[in-house]
């Protein structure tokens, strides 16, 4: 005899999960994701995914925060590397488009599923290096900086109490 257990919402990407896989509890809430990189992505910043009293998060608000970054490789990839990247990348969250032709890597992504991070992670899991200029490192980890800031401002904060005096 098998035990059907209802679904749960995956708060980061809205899917359908089993809420005994991949499961945090986290103030006193029981979550449940897709995936790591969900996981991770709600671990990283809370509340883009659950409000607070009578704040709703971003997500819960059902916005979408659209990214486009070209990445520059070390060197073209052969059509059998590039399928496999483009493959690889498409199966993450939050992608929404992907283009790679010749060095370059053109896409899309929601910020609040995805980071540019989890997005050269990815690209490294797949063999392919990214450039390795000064230039192409300073100007990835200012995305990374500026990506932090954004996903910082848009989280919702605890709102102080005041008392009336």
């Not at 399928?83 to 283009?99: A, C, N, P, T, W």
């Not at 370059?104 to 690209?123: F, K, N, R, W």
């Amino acid at each position: 005899m098998s035990v059907e257990y209802t679904k749960v919402r995956d708060p980061v990407c809205d899917m359908m999960v089993d809420p005994r896989e991949l499961s945090i509890d986290y103030l006193g809430m029981h979550f449940s994701f897709c995936s790591e990189q969900c996981k991770q992505r709600f671990l990283d910043n809370p509340n883009l995914y659950i409000g607070t009293a009578g704040h709703k998060s971003p997500r819960q608000e059902g916005r979408v925060v659209l990214k486009r970054r070209r990445l520059k490789l070390s060197e073209p990839l052969s059509a059998e590397a590039r399928e496999g990247l483009i493959k690889q990348l498409q199966s993450m969250m939050g992608i929404k488009r992907v283009d790679v032709e010749g060095d370059i890597v053109d896409i899309t992504y929601d910020l609040l599923e995805a980071t540019e991070a989890q997005i050269e992670e990815t690209i490294a899991q797949s063999g392919a290096v990214l450039g390795q200029s000064l230039a192409r490192r300073l100007s990835r980890g200012f995305v990374k900086y500026l990506e932090e800031t954004e996903i910082e401002n848009l989280e919702v904060k605890p709102q102080p109490h005041h008392h009336g005096h």
